[in-house]
T-cell receptor, first 112, second 114 residues
Framework: QKEVEQNSGPLSVPEGAIASLNCTYS??????FFWYRQYSGKSPELIMS????GDKEDGRFTAQLNKASQYVSLLIRDSQPSDSATYLC????????????FGSGTKLNVKP | GAGVSQSPSNKVTEKGKDVELRCDPI?????LYWYRQSLGQGLEFLIY????????KSGLPSDRFSAERTGGSVSTLTIQRTQQEDSAVYLC????????????FGPGTRLTVT
């Protein structure tokens, strides 16, 4: 079992809709969770970090963490074509803030 | 401030040649990471540095791969006797060590082995 699992997609949503991206992780003790956006041909760009159970909002983005169920999700409200990218979930290794596991990413297509 | 920089941005080399890839982290970031991303794939962890030491080299694919970091700053990833399967984008990231700090990525080096 991979440490971090994501549906590869593509996830297609119409412009203006809410895009919901999900990630599950295997290590119950992981403490830090991150979402990165990667445009084709570019390097990953940090969008959100979340460390506590619940929701964290930043503009159109909301990260949701449920440690009991071992999942973290990213909601994108009012999706725009410019949001079309691959979204990577990253989780730190249990008891080691210095090592991270990345999911393989979910490709999001926002259709005008 | 300045972000993570990497050089070269693109490198084409012949099979069997050695290559060096450079990473200059964000000033003050003590942890530095190297990842590899093949076309259409996720990130493959290679190695990370805490200061000048590498506590975890578990991701290096073979003994042809090595990395060093000097002065707690610049890092060099060296691939000896390159093979076609080494073709990928090599990404460097840095962060403040310890605690729950985020990684920030450089633009990457696209390596093509012909």
């Amino acid at each position: 079992q991979k440490e971090v699992e994501q549906n590869s997609g593509p996830l297609s949503v119409p412009e203006g809709a809410i895009a919901s991206l999900n990630c599950t992780y295997s290590d119950r003790v992981s403490q830090s969770f991150f979402w990165y956006r990667q445009y084709s041909g570019k390097s990953p760009e940090l969008i959100m970090s979340i460390y506590s159970n619940g929701d964290k909002e930043d503009g159109r983005f909301t990260a949701q963490l449920n440690k009991a169920s071992q999942y973290v999700s990213l909601l994108i409200r009012d999706s725009q074509p410019s949001d079309s990218a691959t979204y990577l979930c990253a989780v730190n290794e249990a008891n080691n803030f210095n090592k991270f596991y990345f999911g393989s990413g979910t490709k999001l297509n926002v259709k005008p | 401030g300045a972000g993570v920089s990497q050089s070269p941005s693109n490198k084409v080399t012949e099979k069997g040649k050695d290559v060096e890839l450079r990473c200059d982290p964000i000033s003050g970031h003590t942890a530095l990471y190297w990842y590899r991303q093949s076309l259409g794939q996720g990130l493959e962890f290679l190695i990370y540095f805490q200061g000048n030491s590498a506590p975890d080299k578990s991701g290096l694919p073979s003994d042809r791969f090595s990395a060093e970091r000097t002065g707690g700053s610049v890092s060099t990833l060296t691939i000896q006797r390159t093979q076609q399967e080494d073709s990928a984008v090599y990404l460097c990231a840095s962060r403040f060590a310890g605690g729950a700090y985020e990684q920030y990525f450089g633009p990457g080096t696209r390596l093509t082995v012909t």
